[in-house]
C-alpha cells in the first residue's frame, strides 16, 4: 500500500525557519496536501496541491514539491504554531493516504 | 458558512455495527464529495474513504483497513453522509471526522469499541 514518510519531529527556536518533509513515490504526479492539528481539535489545511495557501493562513506558511518529496515551510516560526503536521496525498488508484506527522515544537 | 456535524459515535461491542452520520449546511451539498477521515487516541490521521458526487457516478472508494467492513453513503436531499460501519473491531476505536473537498471538517464523533 503506499505510503506517505514524514520525520516523527522537528524543533526550532521562535523566528527560526521550520521545515516538514514528506516522501512518497507519487509525489511527482500527485499533489501534496498539508494540515495542522493542535491537541484536541479537528485538523485545520494550511497548504493545498504542493504550494497553494488557503485564505486566513499566515503568509510565513508556504510549501513546495520537488521530485518524490513535499516540503512544508514555516518562515520564522511561532510558538503558536506549535502542533502536529500531516501531509495529505493520493496515489494513481484512488486511495488517499496521510502521512504519519510531524510533531513541530517552538522554543 | 460551511457547517459539518457528526453524529452517532458511542460505545459499541466488537463485531456489532454502528452508523455515523455528516449533516452538512451552507453550500450545495450534491456537488460535492464527502470523506471519512479517523484518528485513533494518540495517532495519526487516517484516510477511511469518499463517496463521489452524483455527477461523478456517487462511486465509492475505501481504505483497505475498513474495504469491505465499511459502507459509505449519501442522501443529496438530506445533505447528510453516512459511515455503516459493520463487523466493528478495537482497533477501529477513532475519532471519525467527516469533511467535503479538503478544507472543511466536521469536530468528530468518537467511536469506542470494547466489551
Known amino acids: 500500500s503506499y505510503e506517505l514518510t514524514q520525520p516523527p519531529s522537528v524543533s526550532v527556536s521562535p523566528g527560526q525557519t521550520a521545515r516538514i518533509t514528506c516522501s512518497g513515490d507519487a509525489l511527482p504526479k500527485k499533489y501534496a496536501y498539508w494540515y495542522q492539528q493542535k491537541s484536541g481539535q479537528a485538523p485545520v489545511l494550511v497548504i493545498y496541491?504542493?504550494?497553494k495557501r488557503p485564505s486566513g493562513i499566515p503568509e510565513r506558511f508556504s510549501g513546495s514539491s520537488s521530485g518524490t518529496m513535499a516540503t512544508l515551510t514555516i518562515s520564522g516560526a511561532q510558538v503558536e504554531d506549535e502542533a502536529d503536521y500531516y501531509c495529505?496525498?493520493?496515489?494513481?488508484?484512488?486511495?488517499?493516504?496521510f502521512g504519519g506527522g510531524t510533531k513541530l515544537t517552538v522554543l | 458558512e460551511v457547517q459539518l456535524v457528526e453524529s452517532g459515535g458511542g460505545l459499541v461491542q466488537p463485531g456489532r455495527s454502528l452508523r455515523l452520520s455528516c449533516t452538512a449546511s451552507?453550500?450545495?451539498?450534491?456537488?460535492?464529495?464527502m470523506s471519512w477521515v479517523r484518528q485513533a487516541p494518540g495517532k495519526g490521521l487516517e484516510w477511511v474513504g469518499f463517496i463521489r458526487s452524483k455527477a461523478y457516478g456517487g462511486t465509492t472508494e475505501y481504505a483497505a483497513s475498513v474495504k469491505g467492513r465499511f459502507t459509505i453513503s449519501r442522501d443529496d436531499s438530506k445533505s447528510i453522509a453516512y459511515l455503516q460501519m459493520n463487523s466493528l473491531k478495537t482497533e477501529d476505536t477513532a475519532v471519525y471526522y467527516c469533511l467535503t473537498g479538503f478544507d472543511y471538517w466536521g469536530q468528530g464523533t468518537l467511536v469506542t469499541v470494547s466489551s
Open positions: 496541491e504542493d504550494s
Open positions: 495529505y496525498s493520493t496515489d494513481s488508484s484512488g486511495n488517499w493516504v
Open positions: 451552507g453550500f450545495t451539498f450534491g456537488d460535492y464529495a
